[in-house]
């Protein structure tokens, strides 16, 4: 692993979002949840898919608190563009858990 310096970290805009729909995405090659997330007044809706059908569903992930990078290109999932990226951390057996704030904080916070 290489360092890196805090100017090239400051370049990552990480936000925080609310789920505001959310749905199965069977045509993921592994299974997968489509989500629509609002990060407020600045940035609006943004969608995104995430391998997480272990520990989540569609309809428990509406109203959740999540943390996602904002300023990544889009990128193309089958016929989905997913223009976020959600972060998540490992369980034991590899599977993603989401990463959110533990308390509710106002949409479209950025990460410091």
Partial sequence: ???????TFQQVDIRVGRIVRAEPF???????????????PEIGERKTSAQVTRHYTAEGLIGR?????????PR???RFMSEVLVLGLPDSDGEVVLLAPDHDVPEGGRMH
């Fill in 65 to 73: 608190q999540v943390v996602a990078v904002v300023n990544f290109p």
């Fill in 76 to 78: 193309q999932i089958g």
């Fill in 26 to 40: 069977p045509e993921a090659r592994k299974p997968a949840i489509k989500m629509w997330i609002d990060f407020g």
């Fill in 1 to 7: 692993m290489s360092d890196l310096d805090f100017e």
